[in-house]
């Protein structure tokens, strides 16, 4: 599937509230989802950037052979959802912004994983 279709999909998990396609190495966005008024995707995603840079070091620093599945971070209403794109995708991540009062984790991150699965880029 193509990145617009990707974040299209995204969008469906249910309590989505944006989503964007980052390349960690530049910090710029590939595309971009929903957001709005209280969430800026592009402020969200060069700093979600430095999230997966520094995780990135650690594992280099910790001379750990493993690769990132996914990282979460979780506020008083939403869950913030980072998923580095395993395979030729070179480095990119997915980031999916969700309500919390209304998202299921388990299947945000099993709908993520599914989206990985078909995306080209």
Do not use: C
């Not at 299209?8 to 989503?19: N, Q, R, T, W, Y």
């Not at 794109?85 to 299921?104: E, K, M």
Request: a negative charge.
């Amino acid at each position: 599937m193509n990145i617009e279709t990707a974040l299209k999909e995204a969008m469906s998990i249910e309590g989505a509230l944006g989503v964007a396609l980052v390349d960690y190495e530049s910090g710029m966005s590939l595309g971009t989802l929903g957001g709005g008024q209280n969430l800026d995707l592009e402020l969200a995603a060069a700093g979600n950037t430095e999230v997966v840079r520094s995780k990135m070091r650690t594992l280099a620093s910790l001379h750990m052979d493993d690769t990132i599945e996914d990282i979460l971070i979780t506020l008083g209403r939403q869950y913030h959802l980072i998923r580095p794109l395993a395979g030729s995708t070179g480095s990119l991540f997915l980031y999916l912004a969700l309500d919390r009062s209304r998202g299921n984790l388990a299947l945000a991150r099993h709908g993520l994983k599914r989206i990985e699965s078909g995306l080209e880029v």
